[in-house]
Structures are given as C-alpha cells and as structure tokens.
Nanobody, 118 residues
Framework: VQLQASGGGLVQAGGSLRLSCANSGRTFYTMAWFRQAPGKEREFVAAVRWNDNRMYADSVQGRFTISRDNAKNTVYLQMNSLKPEDTAVYYC???????????????WGQGTLVTVSS
C-alpha cells in the first residue's frame, strides 16, 4: 500500500480533526483529498502541489487547510468548523496532474471515515 490515510473519527459539529496521508512510495507532484458520502459521488476537497500551491473546494474554503511535509512524504488535512454535511469517507490521492478530477489520479489511499454529529 503506497498511500495510507488516518485520523478519521467521530466529532461534534463545530469541532476539528486532522487527517494524515503517509506516502511510502514515489513522490507525487500533487497530493489531494477527496471525500465520498453515502449515495454520492466522490468529490474533490483540496489539493497541494509540490511547490505548496493549494486549491480547495468552495464548500471547505476557509475551514479546511491542506499541507504537506515533503521530508516525511506526508500530506495533512486540517478540518475546522466541521459540519454534519462533511460526513464522508475521506481519501487521499496522488498524481502529477494538477486537477480536481478524481479520474485523473492514479494512486489512492484506503479511506478514513469522518462522522460529524449535529
């Protein structure tokens, strides 16, 4: 397994969680987080480029922060002010493309469940 996501859990609305994704394989120029809620398609959350360029989905802008530690080959997603609608399985992904499209990412982690209670 190249990408290993962790850090999910149960949190009350308004709370915070930090997800981590450890990469044990080759380095990707782009690391991203996606999420998939029950009955919904997988959607883009955030991405960070090797040069620290970042982009976010409108739904998480200002609440979530993506970062990467290139020395540790790890990407993080700090999630603040969580809402019940943030409940989903969160996946990390890596690729050399700079895109929000999940179909463009070649490598995926196994997912970690985030549940936000109201």
């Amino acid at each position: 397994v190249q990408l290993q996501a962790s850090g999910g859990g149960l949190v009350q609305a308004g709370g915070s969680l930090r997800l981590s994704c450890a990469n044990s394989g080759r380095t990707f120029y782009t690391m991203a987080w996606f999420r998939q809620a029950p009955g919904k398609e997988r959607e883009f959350v955030a991405a960070v480029r090797w040069n620290d360029n970042r982009m976010y989905a409108d739904s998480v802008q200002g609440r979530f922060t993506i970062s990467r530690d290139n020395a540790k080959n790890t990407v993080y997603l700090q999630m603040n002010s969580l809402k019940p609608e943030d409940t989903a399985v969160y996946y990390c992904a890596g690729d050399n493309a700079w895109t929000m499209q999940p179909s463009r990412y070649d490598s995926w982690g196994q997912g970690t469940l985030v549940t936000v209670s109201s």
